[in-house]
């Protein structure tokens, strides 16, 4: 019922004239509050802390003011919404309103309680929402009376512009209570996406495997955090590799959030916390702001540099092998570059040979196990890249076996198409590939367990992460059936459950049917 709820029923979004609280003036309430007076509301702010919510709303205006200097708000709007907004110092000032929004401290009791408070005070149709990023809807609304006005209304920071709004249903949460929300935040200028209350809700669950693959790799030693990163960024058009994104965000923080996670679904392998990071967070690097993380942001020290392969010559032979995007991207990019090559059929598996070297596309076999399965001891696996055509670096792990110079002449092979190359220890489905299948399938499994539409994931992803494509509509472009190999294959390889597939796709798979239908 709620997937199927219209999310731009413009009819349903609160009116103007329905006065909004937000309770706690910290980072989140004062971008909530900011949001709802700019887009017409007035807003009572409420802070347990004395002068908090009157300072909160002394820097809204000034905020608001220096938009206009920026030429982003018309200074009428912005002297109206800063006089929208106003603090108040006493919980009863709150019940005129017809929806408050809480943004306290990240604790159930409070929240409980607060909500209780309200409840007393508020008329019987008003909402109650929570910006929880962690804590059960379903259990803050609980002790309530009427727990069916209360749902999640889960805004990103900075909440003023970040697009990104979970509305976050609990089991009893009415309908038109979601409905009104989903209508109100578009009609705030936000794109909101439906979410039962489920551990992370969307974005803080299906990104786990962004942060949680790329620590296994790096705890592997298949490459370091600085190539894990670069390929990412290069390779896969991510905005910033997983071990930036952590240094940003704090890596406390972000175990924290994935601690809660792994707690919420029972210790499921999917999640479970990284080692490397709980040592980092015990030894004070926790990212930028302590100036250590996986990266060093100290005085002097500069972006570390990914692992590239030095330049090693051409190969003499030079054949690409079939149509896939990679061997066509590789024959244009060689053909532009003056290289000679011949093409040859393809088999659906190599792309190219190179003076003896075999290059595979990586499909979640490591290359030793390509080179033991295929008799050629010179196998090398190449990692996914999302457009082969314009990607400026390829990743590459040669088999056990492999002797040097062929391992040399695959590389050299990529380097004269103009790609640099970093080469990585042999793991099984490499670095893209690997995260690309595991974003996917736990896309997969939050629409199959109900959580939300496969539209809604891809949304939530987009914008909430600034992933460059939805995780389904990426396992689409790619082929379900693909992702589904690699994710067997990295079951296989290591034995774990982490690895499971998603019914969700197995299903789509044997069905020959994409994510989308
Ligand atoms: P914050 O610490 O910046 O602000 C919380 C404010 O709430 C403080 O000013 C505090 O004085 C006040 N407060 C605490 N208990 C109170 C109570 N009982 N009554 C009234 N005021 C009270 O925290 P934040 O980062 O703004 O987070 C607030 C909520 O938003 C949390 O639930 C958090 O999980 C969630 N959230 C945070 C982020 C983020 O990136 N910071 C993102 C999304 C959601």
Redesign the pocket.
């Known amino acids: 019922m709620h997937t199927a709820m219209q999310m731009r029923d413009v009819e349903a979004a609160l009116p103007q004239s329905v006065v909004v609280g937000v309770?706690?003036?910290?980072?989140?309430?004062s971008g909530i509050a900011q949001v709802a007076a700019t887009a017409g509301h007035t807003v009572l702010l409420?802070?347990?802390?004395p002068g908090?919510a009157a300072a909160a709303v002394a820097t809204l205006r000034a905020g608001l003011a220096r938009l206009v200097d920026k030429g982003r708000l018309d200074a009428a709007q912005a002297r109206a919404a800063g006089e929208r907004l106003q603090a108040v110092d006493d919980l009863e000032r709150l019940a005129c309103c017809g929806l408050v929004v809480e943004?306290?401290?990240?604790e159930l009791e409070?929240k409980r309680q607060?909500l209780r408070s309200l409840e007393a005070l508020l008329a019987d149709d008003a909402i109650l929402a929570s910006?929880?990023?962690?804590i059960s809807i379903t259990a803050i609304a609980a002790a309530l009376r009427r727990p069916q006005r209360v749902a999640g209304l889960?805004?990103?920071?900075p909440a003023p512009v970040l697009p990104l709004v979970e509305v976050v249903a609990g089991m009893v949460s009415a309908p038109e209570v979601l409905r009104t929300l989903l209508a109100t935040a578009a009609a705030w200028g936000k794109t909101p996406v439906l979410a039962a209350s489920t551990p992370g809700f969307i974005v803080n669950r299906v990104a786990r495997p962004f942060y949680g693959e790329a620590l296994r790799l790096a705890g592997e030693r298949a490459a370091a955090p600085a190539t894990i990163d670069a390929i990412c960024r290069d390779c896969g058009g991510f905005r910033m590799g997983p071990f930036e994104v952590m240094d940003l965000i704090g890596l406390d923080v972000n175990l924290a959030v994935t601690r809660s996670v792994w707690e919420g679904f029972f210790r499921d392998p999917r999640f479970t916390p990284s080692l490397m990071q709980q040592e980092l967070v015990a030894a004070g690097h926790l990212g930028r702001k302590s100036g250590r993380g996986f990266h060093d942001y100290r005085e002097g020290a500069g972006p570390a540099a990914p692992e590239q392969e030095p330049a090693h010559p051409l190969p003499s032979r030079i054949e690409v092998l079939g149509a896939s995007a990679a061997a066509v991207a590789l024959a244009e990019r060689l053909a532009e570059r003056g290289v000679a090559f011949s093409r040859g059929p393809g088999d659906g598996e190599r792309i190219a040979l190179a003076d003896g070297a075999a290059l595979y596309l990586g499909d979640g076999r490591s290359a030793t196990r390509r080179a033991a399965e295929s008799g050629v001891a010179a196998s090398v696996v190449v990692d996914l890249a999302r457009d082969y055509r314009s990607a400026p670096r390829l990743a590459i792990a040669p088999a056990l076996q492999c002797p040097p110079q062929q391992a040399q002449a695959a590389a050299g092979l990529l380097q004269g198409a103009g790609y640099a190359v970093s080469r990585l220890a042999d793991t099984p489905g490499l670095v893209l590939m690997r995260t690309v299948a595991m974003l996917a399938n736990e896309a997969a499994d939050a629409v199959q367990q109900g959580v939300c539409s496969a539209a809604a994931v891809d949304t939530a992803m987009r914008l909430g992460t600034n992933y460059p494509l939805g995780p389904l509509a990426w396992a689409d472009a790619l082929g379900v059936r693909q992702v589904v190999g690699v994710l067997d294959h990295l079951a296989a390889a290591y034995g774990e459950d982490r690895y499971r597939v998603s019914p969700f796709l197995r299903q789509r798979a044997l069905a020959g049917w994409n994510c989308h239908e």
């Open positions: 309770v706690g003036a910290g980072t989140m309430g409420l802070d347990a802390r908090a943004a306290i401290v990240e409070p607060l910006n929880t990023s962690s889960h805004f990103f920071n």
